[in-house]
């Protein structure tokens, strides 16, 4: 319970305001100031509508005051707006949500589950537009910032987001689908999706430059696959497995894969090579990265309630209420020249919460 506590006074209380009021600090006098972007609107300049009209009056108060007249906003008011803006998305997400969360988590039928993602993300929509909302009126106090109604933007981007969960897309039966086709889709999701855009647009500028780990792997047996080399996500087959390998964006190496009841094909060995189903009862593949001082291998894996049985029988119990698929997400890094390093532990802890990120977006774009 202690933890509890200190982890949301400390990190989400202390920390969201740090982090937030940081980037406010940086970015609302030079976007709404005298000099921004917002100053040069004409419509209303000066003479602006009642929700950011310009006030010449006293300074606004915050936490720590505006020294003088001085036109530039300062750290101490963007903490005290953001720690009180907090106070909304305390009531709503860790008060009311606590207090709805067996309406929130209730049922499993198409209707119940309906209702409480409506419930859910009208909550997080009205927690979110509120922390804008307070924060719009602190900006908008001081009397050197122009045109701050645009702060108010993101709740109109906000509601559209929460409009489109009205109509929620068709399921795919992911029961139906054999783990080669799910590990497919998951390997999509998982280097297509938009927390890996940044990445891939890194790694396609050509600026870092990674050697394959599997090097010399062409395949001498027939009808085995040729690795693949991918730059575009849409090259990223929906069905199949990439084969063993293939790079992804340069940096990523398919270095073993494995299906449930299913041979695969081996370009390191001469013939083919059977795993033992006893040991290995999932399916994964495998992506190795890294050079120099930083390396590691993320896999991507399919669990079934009872992989023993095969692919076909449980596909044809994917209607029964007892089945279930798990898809898991194992990673590990290290430096290949055991060198130990403030610089590359930081990298560590970053990567664990990145990766988990992308696990997340691919498991969103699965269906």
Not at 61 to 68: A, E, R
Not at 171 to 179: C, H, M, R
Not at 187 to 210: K, N, P, W
Not at 275 to 296: C, L, Q, R
Request: hydrophobic share 45%.
């Amino acid at each position: 319970m202690n933890g509890l506590a200190i982890a949301f006074v400390f990190l989400h209380y202390l920390g969201v305001s740090l982090v937030i009021s940081t980037i406010m600090y940086f970015t609302v006098g030079r976007i709404f100031g005298p000099n921004g972007p917002a100053a040069t609107i004409s419509e209303w300049r000066g003479t602006r509508s009642s929700l950011g009209r310009m006030r010449r009056r006293a300074p606004a108060q915050g936490l720590f005051g505006l020294s003088g007249d001085k036109e530039h906003v300062e750290f101490g008011y963007c903490f005290d707006i953001s720690a009180r803006a907090f106070f909304t998305l305390y009531l709503h997400l860790y008060v009311l949500q606590f207090v709805l969360l067996p309406v929130l988590t209730r049922g499993t039928g198409t209707s119940s589950n309906f209702l409480a993602t409506l419930l859910g993300n009208t909550l997080y929509l009205s927690a979110f537009s509120y922390y804008t909302y307070i924060s719009f009126l602190g900006y908008s106090n001081l009397p050197f910032l122009y045109h701050t109604e645009l702060i108010l933007l993101p709740i109109v981007i906000m509601g559209i987001l929460w409009f489109s969960t009205l109509f929620p897309g068709k399921k795919l039966p992911l029961g139906q689908l054999s783990d080669e086709e799910l590990l497919a889709r998951f390997t999509r999701g998982f280097f297509g999706g938009i927390v890996f855009a940044a990445e891939r647009f890194i790694l396609a500028s050509g600026l870092t430059q990674q050697t394959p780990l599997v090097s010399g792997a062409q395949p001498t047996n027939y009808g085995l696959s040729l690795p693949k080399n991918i730059w575009n996500v849409a090259e990223i087959p929906l069905t199949t497995l990439l084969p063993l390998g293939s790079i992804l964006f340069g940096a990523f190496q398919v270095t073993h894969s494995h299906l449930v009841n299913k041979t695969r094909l081996n370009p390191t060995s001469e013939g083919l090579t059977k795993m033992k189903t006893a040991e290995e009862k999932f399916s994964y593949i495998d992506f190795g990265f890294g050079d120099g001082n930083f390396a590691g291998c993320h896999r991507l894996s399919v669990h079934r309630n009872d992989s023993s049985k095969g692919i076909e029988s449980v596909a044809k119990s994917a209607d029964d209420h007892d089945s279930m698929i798990e898809f898991r997400l194992s990673f590990f890094h290290c430096n290949p020249r055991g060198d130990e390093s403030r610089l590359i532990t930081m990298l560590s802890g970053f990567h664990q919460i990145y990766a988990r990120l992308l696990f997340t977006d691919a498991l969103r774009l699965l269906c």
